[in-house]
C-alpha cells in the first residue's frame, strides 16, 4: 500500500507488525530463561522487565500525530534506544534485588530484546523507505539541491 | 606511583585503552566506559543533528531569498561536510544510488567522528579525577574511546557488510550476485574464484573495516599514554631531569594530540569512504566485466609480445 509522505507517520502498518514482534519476544525471554535452567520466578521476571520496556515501543504509535513525518525516523530511533536502557536499568535493579539466576535472566532478557530490535528496525526501514520513494513519485517533490 | 601526579599519566599506558566496567553484576558487565560513549555519541547526534537539520532546511516564503541560508556557524559547516561528501566522494562512485544510500554513509560518518573525538575529551581522566575511589576500582560510566573497543568497530563494520551485501543482491538479484562471486571465471577454476570472493564479500572486507579502525585509534591513545608517561615517570626526580623531559613529553603529547584530531577526522572519514567503495564494487557488473575484458586483452597483448 503506498503511503502518503505529506500526511502523519503511519501508524497501523508499524503497530500491528511491533506488537506481534513484542508479544512474540516476551514468549522468547520467557522460554529462553527456562530453556537455560531458570525457574519459573526468573522466567517471569525477564518476560515482565521486557514487558516494562516495551512501553518505550508505544511512543511512536500514541504520539504520530504529534511527529513531523521527517522526524519519525529518529523518534522510532530514540524509543529503541530508550527501550534498551530501560531493559538495562531495570534488569540490573532487578538482579540486584531478587535472588534469581543471572545466567538465564539476563540471556532470555537480551534475546527478547535484541528480537523486537530487529524487528523494529527492519520495519522502520520499510517504512521509510515506502515513505522516500512516495516523496520522490510525487509531483511536487524536493529534491536534495545538487552542489 | 601518587596521586600528586598529572591525572592524565598513567604507570601503565594501555590503562587509557581498556574499557574500564561501569555497572557489575556479579562477573557479569552490564554497564561500561565504552557503553556509556555509545550513548553518549547516540544523543549528541540525534539532538544535535535534530538541531541542525532545523537550521538548514528551507524557511517559509515569507522569508524570501534567506529562507534557503543556513542559519548557524555550526550547522553551515555540517551542511558543507555533507555536502562534500555526498557529491565529491560518493556520487562518483555511487551514481544513481547516491541520494538513496546517503543517510546509512552520512549516519556511519558522523557516529564514527563523534566516538573518536569523545575518545580525545579526557572523561574517563575526569571521573577519576573527582572521584578517586572510581580510580582504585577501575570502574568508568562513561569515558575511553568507543571505536578502540574491537567489539564496536567489529558490529559496526558487520552493519556496513549487510548494506553492501544487500545492496548487491538488490542490483544484481540473487542470481546474478552470486554468479559475480565467481568474477566471470572459466568453469573449471569458478569454485575456487567464487570462494575466494565470497570469503572476501563476507569476511575479509567486514574484518578490514573492523581492524583498520580499531588499530589506527588503538596504537594514536598508546602512544600519547605514553608520550604523557615520560612525565609522570620523572616526577620528583629534580627539576634538571624532571623540567627537560616534561616539556618535551607534553610538546610532544600536544603534537600527537594534533595529529590523533585528523586522524579522527580521517578514520570517519576512510570507514564511509570504504562502505561506499564496496557498495560501488558490486554495483557495475557491466563495466566490471568490460574492465576485466581489458585486463584480459592487454594480457594477451602482453602474451603475445
Given amino acids: 500500500m503506498p503511503l502518503n509522505p505529506h500526511n502523519q507517520p503511519p501508524r497501523g502498518p508499524f503497530a500491528v507488525p511491533m506488537l506481534a514482534a513484542t508479544v512474540l519476544a516476551i514468549a522468547l525471554a520467557a522460554g529462553t530463561s527456562l530453556a537455560l535452567g531458570g525457574d519459573a520466578r526468573t522466567s517471569t521476571l525477564a518476560s515482565l522487565t521486557l514487558t516494562l520496556a516495551s512501553a518505550a515501543t508505544l511512543f511512536p504509535i500514541l504520539a504520530s500525530r504529534f511527529i513531523a513525518p521527517s522526524a519519525w525516523g529518529v523518534t522510532v530511533f530514540a524509543a529503541g534506544f530508550v527501550r534498551m536502557l530501560l531493559v538495562i536499568g531495570v534488569g540490573f535493579a532487578l ?3 531478587r535472588e534469581l539466576a543471572r545466567e538465564p535472566f539476563w540471556i532470555g532478557l537480551l534475546a527478547g530484546a535484541l528480537t ?7 520495519l522502520a526501514v520499510l517504512i521509510l523507505s515506502k515513505l ?13 539541491a545538487q552542489a | 606511583m601518587n596521586h600528586t601526579l598529572p591525572f592524565l599519566a598513567a604507570t601503565d599506558p594501555a590503562q587509557h585503552v581498556y574499557n574500564h566496567v561501569g555497572i557489575k553484576a556479579g562477573e557479569w558487565w552490564i554497564w561500561s566506559g565504552n557503553q556509556g560513549n555509545l550513548v ?4 549528541i547526534l540525534i539532538l544535535g543533528m535534530s538541531w541542525v537539520a532545523g537550521k538548514i532546511r528551507t524557511g517559509p516564503e515569507s522569508q524570501g531569498s534567506a529562507r534557503y541560508v543556513t542559519t548557524s556557524r555550526l550547522a553551515h559547516m555540517i551542511e558543507v561536510i555533507c555536502v562534500y561528501l555526498r557529491e565529491e566522494i560518493c556520487r562518483p562512485l555511487l551514481r544513481d544510488r547516491t541520494d538513496r544510500m546517503m543517510p546509512f554513509l552520512w549516519s ?3 557516529f564514527v567522528l563523534v566516538n573518536n573525538l569523545l575518545g580525545l575529551v579526557p572523561l574517563l581522566d575526569l571521573q577519576h579525577l ?3 575511589s572510581m580510580k582504585e576500582h577501575h570502574l568508568a560510566f562513561f569515558g575511553g574511546t568507543a571505536t578502540q573497543n574491537i567489539w564496536v568497530t567489529g558490529v559496526l563494520a558487520l552493519t556496513a557488510a549487510i548494506v553492501f551485501n544487500v545492496a548487491a543482491i538488490r542490483r544484481l538479484g540473487v542470481g546474478g550476485f552470486l554468479h559475480h562471486l565467481t568474477g566471470g571465471a572459466p568453469i573449471i577454476v569458478a569454485p575456487l574464484i567464487f570462494v575466494l570472493e565470497a570469503l572476501g564479500q563476507f569476511v575479509i572486507k567486514p574484518i578490514a573495516l573492523a581492524l583498520r579502525l580499531f588499530a589506527n585509534m588503538t596504537a594514536g591513545h598508546i ?7 615520560f612525565s609522570g615517570a620523572v616526577w620528583g626526580k629534580g627539576l634538571l631531569l624532571q623540567g627537560p623531559v616534561t616539556v618535551i613529553s607534553v610538546v610532544g603529547a600536544f603534537a600527537v594530540m594534533l595529529l590523533e584530531l585528523f586522524v579522527a577526522f580521517l578514520q570517519a572519514f576512510i570507514f564511509m569512504f570504504l562502505t561506499a567503495v564496496f557498495v560501488s564494487l ?3 557488473p557491466e563495466e566490471h566485466g568490460h574492465d576485466h575484458g581489458h585486463a584480459h586483452a592487454h594480457g594477451h597483448e602482453h602474451a603475445h609480445a
Avoid at chain 2, 40 to 43: D, H, P, R, V
Fill in chain 1, 132 to 144: 522516500e520513494r512516495s516523496r520522490v513519485a510525487a509531483p511536487n517533490s524536493t529534491r536534495p
Fill in chain 2, 282 to 284: 558490486m554495483d557495475h
Fill in chain 2, 40 to 43: 553518549l555519541s547516540g544523543l
Fill in chain 2, 108 to 110: 556511519l560518518f558522523f
Fill in chain 1, 116 to 122: 523486537v530490535l530487529i524487528v523494529e528496525t527492519a
Fill in chain 2, 223 to 229: 602512544l600519547l599514554a605514553t608520550l604523557l608517561m
Fill in chain 1, 95 to 97: 538482579d540486584r534485588t
Fill in chain 2, 130 to 132: 573527582l572521584f578517586p
